[in-house]
């Protein structure tokens, strides 16, 4: 029951949301159903697969109930293009990234009728016909210990879901493309691993119990929330002064690390005029901070 009551009140509070922005447009705008669009190509449609689908399911990890509004304009405006039609390609390398339930979300862009046919077109029927769950020993996000966790595991009825998928779905794998890919030396990623500082083990506890702070909603979401908190543990994990100015530098510091490789590279190919890569997303100067 509070979860009806906390999915209608999300509900109401986007269907407000998109009442002011109706107001706010003026009458002389060109809406989606006048431009009079009959065909739709979507590229890298795996960033659109966060579409909230309503379910009775609670506790399982990997339901879609993410509510995305990037993805529900996408499928509003899919099923206006197919409900008129037209027709829509989707092309993606990655359909299914993170959960099972992604299959259902491509499916229910792209084929809602027949799985309204079908008696499919609500989650948990799908569920109960091509999915299972399994209850299992898992790490906690916050690295503190373990917990039971229950998530889908694997298929059902794999022949009928592939049929099923088959009617809109053209899979090319990499033997048919037979794009051109650089050997990895080792034949795998090299990872190298570092010992955790006591300052990072120490600052690593502390996020333990800030979580537990906010799954007990004992601290307002604008002071701490589960994003800052990941954050600020994927910028202790490269550097705990990125988050404690005042430490000291460790012992074993991954971007020394890393700065030792790249001289090893860069020597070891320097006759050849050897060039590297070196992708940097976190603790980087942007905007205007890089200009300062």
Not at 60 to 79: E, H, M, T, Y
Not at 134 to 160: A, C, V, Y
Not at 163 to 192: F, H, M, S, T, Y
Request: charged share 25%.
């Amino acid at each position: 029951m509070k979860e009806i009551q906390r999915a209608l009140k999300r509900l109401t509070v986007k269907l407000k949301d998109c009442e002011s922005a109706i107001q706010r447009d003026s009458k002389h705008t060109i809406t989606w159903e006048e431009l009079g669009v009959d065909a739709l190509f979507v590229d890298e449609t795996h960033y659109y697969k966060n579409l909230y689908c309503a379910t009775k399911m609670n506790n399982v990890a990997g339901l879609p109930n993410s509510d995305s509004q990037r993805a529900f304009d996408a499928f509003i405006k899919v099923r206006s293009v197919l409900d008129g039609g037209g027709r829509v390609v989707f092309a993606t390398a990655t359909p299914v990234s993170n959960t099972l339930a992604e299959v259902y979300v491509m499916m229910k862009f792209l084929q809602l009728d027949t799985l309204e046919a079908l008696g499919l077109a609500h989650f948990d029927a799908w569920v109960q016909t091509f999915a299972e769950t399994s209850q299992s020993l898992e790490m906690k996000p916050d690295g503190s210990g373990f917990r039971m966790g229950i998530r889908f595991n694997r298929f059902t009825n794999l022949p009928d879901l592939a049929a099923l998928w088959r009617q809109v779905l053209d899979v090319k794998n990499a033997d048919q493309l037979n794009l051109p890919r650089p050997q990895l030396i080792g034949g795998a990623p090299q990872v190298i691993r570092l010992p955790a500082s006591p300052a990072l083990k120490k600052f690593v506890r502390s996020l333990a119990a800030r979580v537990e702070r906010i799954k007990n909603r004992r601290v307002a979401p604008e002071v701490d929330n589960m994003l800052k908190v990941t954050s600020e543990g994927r910028k202790a994990a490269l550097d705990i002064r990125l988050v404690l100015p005042d430490e000291a530098c460790p012992k074993a510091n991954k971007v020394a690390a890393l700065a030792d490789k790249i001289a090893e590279f860069y020597h070891a190919s320097s006759a050849q005029h050897g060039c590297q890569l070196v992708f940097c997303d976190l603790a980087t100067p942007k905007g205007q901070s890089a200009v300062k």
